[in-house]
């Protein structure tokens, strides 16, 4: 349910685990965000069967079990809005080639969480798990509204076309540079 002031909401961004509890939210976030954000593009059958593969409980388990993962999910008055993944697997941009990179694999907030509070805490989470990375990627397909979310945070889209792995879209893969590394 959407809340109609700043000072009524209580937002916090937590680490997933895969507790039954942890499952469930994820399992119900990951569903319903995935139909969000690809029932313009894509036809429902096309959307149910990278649900089916991708978020399934079994899927679910393994990944938030997995060393290569940080899932993170974001509550607003304890209602789970949105979640994000981060990992270390996939193919990193040029730009990022013998760096130490992560990945923001996954990054979705409830359309009914239109606050931009809680993009801002899940996204400073995700930040603040990636810290010590020479650099962060994410793909998005284009139509994404998390795009200009992200460029606003200082990624910068690249020149190189790259494809979803799950999906069959386009993408654009956008790069952080993490300077504070250098310190």
Partial sequence: MPVNSKTDMNIVTKFTIASHEGIETLSMLTRELAREKFSALL???VIDTYIDQYFNR????????????EWLTVY????????????????????????????????????????????NALFEKCLSV???????????YPESP??????????????????LEELPLASVCLVYINDATKK
């Fill in 76 to 119: 607003v008055n304890d209602h789970p809005a949105g979640y994000a993944k981060i990992t270390s697997k996939g193919k990193a941009p040029l730009l990022l080639e013998h760096k130490r990179v992560v990945r923001i694999a996954e990054f979705g907030i409830l359309k009914k969480y239109p606050e931009h509070e809680v993009r």
């Fill in 146 to 163: 998390v795009i200009d979310f992200f460029e606003s945070k200082g990624f910068l889209k690249q020149p190189e076309s790259c494809q």
């Fill in 58 to 69: 079994k899927t679910l388990v393994d990944e938030i079990n997995s060393m290569s993962n």
């Fill in 43 to 45: 036809e429902t059958p």
């Fill in 130 to 140: 990636c810290k010590r990375r020479e650099g962060i990627w994410v793909n998005e």
